[in-house]
């Protein structure tokens, strides 16, 4: 029997996913994207070449491995197409392997546009998105009046509903935004290039998972962002716009919850967070600034500066609970290497109250002060160790400490940027039957 595990982001996104989807693919038959769209960023290094993924699964770069994109994800025809050319010239024949739901909504030319004017509205109370109209493709799929990718099929009524969509939408951008309007040809021009593609790839993938799950194949659910960017779950208002946690599987996939074995919470040994928001651990110090620099912490969609802070307990009990995390992949310890001491959050306090978990509003959340347990650091390198028994002493013991608070088991440690930069705690997954579907 294989296994269906899902990995996904445990803190403010950033964790390291790519990788670790990587990694386990090694034994997985179908890696499926449920969530987000391109403004996630999954950055692989295999033998020192770097690819970032935005739109397609990480386990695209396994020959043979299968890949799907749910509904619930926002697709980008001209994103998705231009992932593909560049796969293809590093020899990687993505549109062979790539299945799409025809229930995906298409994120197009007015919801970028929508997405600036927005943010470029809000001033200093942004949510510092990544500009790639994820949220308005989001708003138009709950409004009911999305394009989805099944659209694309009749050209005709495609135009048609476009044109609607428009008028409403320009309105909004001129004299709301007094931005500049969106035509029809601009959408085409996003659209046509991708548009065979697309179709070509259409599938149910409701049906093809049950088919692979039926034959036994190990099936990876692979989150975008973090637990704390889920727009029921996360720091609201300074959310994106999916459910980035566990339960997003079900419902963006078609996937039932009870057909999952696993789900693996990928968090860093510190925190980070790009964009606006609460962070109660973020380290405005030289500290905060050997983190950003030493854990290349610059986003890999938007190249801004990411956010750093001590770990959080507090952020990991919420991301427990919400995503019944089993197991842990703890990555970039390494970046820790060189500090005296390490700060681990253990509580808030708020208005003279020690508190355990994120509080509802970014009011109060803002007006949190993080309680620290101080650590001693281990000043010397575990670059690249695979063996836990190599780790310095000190280094097992933050590991030890985080575990415990965190109250969930540590199956994977990354040590470095490298598939082969890991130490494996617990074997995740063993060989899947080797099936496929047409
Ligand atoms: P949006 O998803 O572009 O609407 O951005 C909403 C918030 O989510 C912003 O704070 C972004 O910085 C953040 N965000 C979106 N995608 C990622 C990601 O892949 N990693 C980290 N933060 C992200």
Same mark, same amino acid.
């Given at each position: 029997m294989g296994k269906s595990i899902v990995i996904l982001g445990s803190q403010w996104g950033d964790e390291g996913k790519g990788k670790m989807v990587d990694l386990l693919t090694e034994k997985a038959q179908a890696v499926v994207r449920f969530q987000g769209g391109h403004?996630? /960023?999954?950055?692989?290094?295999?033998n020192g070449q770097k690819t970032v993924l935005h739109l397609i699964p990480s386990g695209i770069l396994h020959e043979g491995v299968q890949c799907f994109i749910g509904q619930g994800v926002v697709v980008s025809p001209k994103a998705l197409l231009e992932e593909i050319n560049s796969l293809a010239k590093q020899g990687v024949e993505a549109a062979q392997r790539l299945k799409i739901s025809p229930a995906a909504t298409l994120v197009l030319p007015y919801h970028v546009a929508l997405d600036k004017a927005n943010e470029a509205r809000k001033g200093r109370q942004a949510i510092g998105t990544t500009g790639r109209g994820i949220g308005p493709a989001y708003e138009d799929k709950v409004a009911r009046r999305s394009l989805r990718v099944c659209d694309l099929i009749d050209l005709n009524t495609f135009k048609e509903r476009c044109?609607?969509?428009? #008028?409403?939408?320009?309105?909004?951008?001129?004299?709301?935004?007094?931005?500049?309007?969106?035509?029809?040809?601009m959408v085409l021009e996003d659209i046509m290039p991708a548009r065979e593609t697309l179709l070509s790839m259409m599938s149910d993938i409701r049906v093809d998972l049950q088919t692979l799950r039926q034959n036994g194949a190990n099936i990876i659910f692979e989150g975008a962002q973090g637990a704390l960017l889920d727009i029921d779950h996360g720091t609201y208002p300074y959310v994106t716009s999916s459910n980035t946690t566990a339960g997003g599987v079900a419902t963006g996939s078609g996937f039932g919850p009870l057909y999952l074995d696993e789900v693996v919470g990928v968090t860093k040994a510190y925190?980070?967070?790009?964009? /606006?928001?609460?962070?109660?651990?973020?380290?405005?110090?030289?500290?905060? #600034?050997?983190? /950003?620099k030493k854990g290349q912490e610059f986003g890999a969609t938007t190249g801004r500066a990411r956010r750093c802070g001590w770990f959080d307990v507090c952020v990991m009990r919420r991301s427990v609970e919400v995503n019944s995390l089993s197991s842990l992949a703890i990555t970039k310890l390494d970046v820790l290497d060189e500090l005296d001491e390490l700060k681990i959050c253990t509580h808030y306090k708020l208005k003279g109250d020690k508190i355990s978990h994120p509080p509802v509003t970014h009011e109060e959340y803002s007006a949190c002060e993080p309680v620290y347990e101080v650590m001693p650091g281990w000043k010397s390198s575990t670059l690249g160790i695979t063996q836990e028994a190599d780790l310095p002493e000190n280094a097992r013991r933050y590991l030890a400490r985080l575990e415990a608070l965190v109250g969930v088991p540590i199956a994977l440690i990354s040590t470095g940027a490298e598939r082969e930069h890991t130490i494996e705690l617990k074997k995740i997954l063993n060989e899947g039957a080797n099936t496929k579907v047409a």
């Open positions: 403004n996630a /960023g999954h950055t692989l290094v295999i044109e609607h969509i428009l #008028q409403y939408h320009n309105a909004v951008l001129k004299h709301y935004y007094e931005a500049e309007p969106v035509t029809l040809n925190c980070t967070r790009v964009g /606006g928001g609460p962070f109660p651990t973020e380290l405005l110090d030289e500290v905060g #600034q050997f983190l /950003g």
